[in-house]
């Protein structure tokens, strides 16, 4: 399978502690970008990278996230002193250098917070 | 000015019916439009994209209907199939002066009765 891949699937954690994401893209795709999903609404962006820089943040990033992609290749996202307002579905997509347009989606990580 | 709206919020059809799913937009910056489809517990799928330049595109039995000075784009589903049951999020993004970062809609529930 050749797709956008994110490990783990499933995440349930306390809340208080950290976790980390992480996203490996379709092969030579430069762009790669975070959304979040919660139940019943469509994706809303987080961030991107073009190539290893971070290029934008949205609001909904607050100081708890963290997102790298130090090599231009696979990216994490890590949340620090999780709340239960973090549980939601966290996607990873990424686009091709030469139709930065069409994004491809990754099957998600599914955070619970207790 | 960021904001899709997408209606109707579900939608149930007989198989072999047309379901059609509206969505509107206010930012002019926006130059693409794709729809993903969504199944439960998986990441949304680039189903069909439109860029400004045409009205309608077609792709097997999808179709995207757009009309640019309403700012508005639909997508069709001819013959549709219970297979086709799923989530349909409208999208919009404007790649070279804001990232190309998507936009989503609310979602629309579809299904496709036998």
């Known amino acids: 399978d050749t797709g956008v891949s994110q490990d783990p699937r499933h995440k349930i954690t306390k809340r208080g502690q950290n976790v980390t994401f992480r996203c490996d893209p379709i092969s030579e795709h430069n762009r790669l970008y975070w959304y979040r999903q919660t139940l019943g609404q469509g994706p809303e962006f987080l961030t991107y990278?073009?190539?290893?820089?971070?290029?934008?943040k949205s609001r909904l990033l607050s100081d708890r996230f963290s997102a790298e992609r130090p090599k231009g290749s696979f990216s994490t996202l890590e949340i620090q002193r999780t709340e239960q307002g973090d549980s939601a579905m966290y996607l990873c997509?990424?686009?091709?250098?030469?139709?930065?347009?069409?994004?491809?989606f990754g099957p998600g990580t599914r955070l619970t917070v207790t | 000015q960021q904001q899709v709206k997408q209606s109707p919020q579900s939608l149930i059809v007989q198989k072999g019916g047309i379901p059609i799913i509206n969505c509107a937009y206010e930012?002019?910056?926006?130059?693409?439009f794709p729809w993903y489809q969504q199944f439960p517990g998986k990441g949304p799928a680039l189903l069909i994209a439109i860029r400004p330049d045409v009205s309608e595109k077609k792709e097997g039995r999808f179709t995207i209907s757009f009309n640019k000075s309403a700012k508005q784009f639909s997508l069709h589903i001819m013959d549709s199939q219970p297979g086709d049951s799923a989530t349909y999020f409208c999208a919009a993004s404007a790649v070279d002066n804001q990232g190309g970062k998507l936009i989503f809609g609310q979602g629309t529930e579809l299904s496709v009765k036998p």
């Open positions: 997509a990424s686009s091709p250098r030469g139709a930065l347009d069409e994004q491809y």
């Open positions: 930012n002019t910056a926006f130059d693409y």
């Open positions: 990278f073009q190539n290893e820089a971070q290029l934008e």
